[in-house]
């Protein structure tokens, strides 16, 4: 079954440093996509960064990137200079693509917060 | 485009009231979801719908329904509201329903209480 983990319920990083974000998944189905979101106190959800199960390499957005683990079945995401608008809740999401299904699954997400 | 709307954004509402939770999205997307947030539980899938007419079941459907009439529109209705219904209730939508590689695109929520 479809299952997203996130074990850090919540995150201290000094700004200017590099933050890791866990997440493990799990899933049976060889062909999926791994999502994160930052979810800041205002409340919208704003989409990150993607990578693909069939990608060879860790996806990069700006300062974010994922740290793609396939045999570990972990998905971690790497804050790089972290700055204080990266203060937020961090979500971490699965869609299978050949199960049929079509579901998103998140995980119950991880709060950052980055110090002055 | 004005993306994905939802309204109302704030509901309060008593106990074994009914309503329902607007969502539209104007991008021509094929996936719609709902989804609720409770603090320490993330979000969790309601329901989905991958093309009008057809929708499933997500993580917790009960006591809510769906419908999809038209590719643009996909309502909530709470059919006897409860206390434990109070959440966050977002609405998302995607391009495609056969590839992995789109995300979900959000609406800016629905808080609401359950008295």
């Known amino acids: 079954a479809q299952k997203i983990t996130q074990t850090q319920p919540g995150m201290f990083v000094q700004e200017k440093e590099a933050v890791t974000l866990d997440c493990t998944y799990d899933t049976s189905d060889p062909s999926y996509g791994l999502f994160w979101y930052k979810q800041p106190s205002s409340g919208e959800m704003i989409f990150l960064i993607y990578q693909g199960s069939y990608d060879q390499q860790n996806a990069t957005e700006g300062r974010y990137s994922l740290n793609f683990q396939k045999a570990r079945k972990s998905a971690n995401l790497v804050i790089s200079a972290s700055q204080l608008g990266d203060s937020a809740m961090y979500f971490c999401a699965m869609r299978e693509a050949t199960s049929g299904t079509y579901k998103y699954i998140f995980g119950t997400g991880t709060r950052l917060k980055v110090l002055a | 485009n004005a993306g994905v709307t939802q309204t109302p954004k704030f509901q309060v509402l008593k106990t074994g009231q009914s309503m329902t939770l607007q969502c539209a999205q104007d991008?021509?997307?094929?996936?719609m979801s709902w989804y609720r947030q409770d603090p320490g539980m993330g979000l969790r899938l309601i329901h989905y719908s991958v093309g009008a007419g057809i929708t499933d079941q997500g993580e917790v459907p009960n006591g809510y329904n769906v419908s999809r009439s038209t590719t643009e529109d996909f309502p909530l209705r709470l059919l006897s509201a409860a206390p434990s219904q109070t959440s966050v209730y977002f609405c998302a939508s995607s391009l495609s329903t056969g590839l992995s590689s789109y995300e979900q695109y959000f609406g800016p929520g629905t808080r609401l209480t359950v008295t």
């Open positions: 991008m021509n997307h094929e996936y």
